[in-house]
């Protein structure tokens, strides 16, 4: 498995900006699907969007469309997540994740990073 290594959370006033970086070791990076997940205290685990191999294919969760971008880098071994408009209700742990496009889970995790969003 990939190992995955969340950075760039913080606290931020509503409407503003933050990255996410997640960068991993230990296998090749360009074989594994990446994504983000983030999980609120008392809510379930929520989809936040996810990147192929390439780059070439992104999808969103509907709460962030609009706002955030996903992006990776195969040279640098790293995803982002570039979250704009934050709002309240984005306040979570941020969890980056991976698998190999032939399973249908995540099956690599990050230790996540912490966002707060104030009003």
């Known amino acids: 498995q990939v190992q995955l290594v969340e950075s760039g959370g913080g606290v931020m006033q509503t409407g503003g900006s933050l990255r996410l970086s997640c960068a991993a070791s230990?296998?090749?990076?360009?074989?594994?699907?990446m994504a983000w997940l983030r999980q609120a205290p008392g809510k379930e685990r929520e989809f936040v969007a996810d990147i192929s191999r390439t780059g070439g294919r992104t999808s969103y969760g509907d709460s962030v469309k609009g706002r955030f971008t996903i992006s990776r880098d195969n040279a640098k071994n790293t995803v982002y997540l570039q979250m704009n408009s934050l709002k309240p209700e984005d306040t979570a742990v941020y969890l980056c994740?991976?698998?190999?496009?032939?399973?249908?889970?995540?099956?690599?995790w990050g230790q996540g990073t912490q966002v707060t969003v104030s009003s």
């Open positions: 230990g296998r090749t990076f360009s074989d594994y699907v």
């Open positions: 994740a991976a698998r190999m496009p032939t399973i249908g889970y995540y099956n690599s």
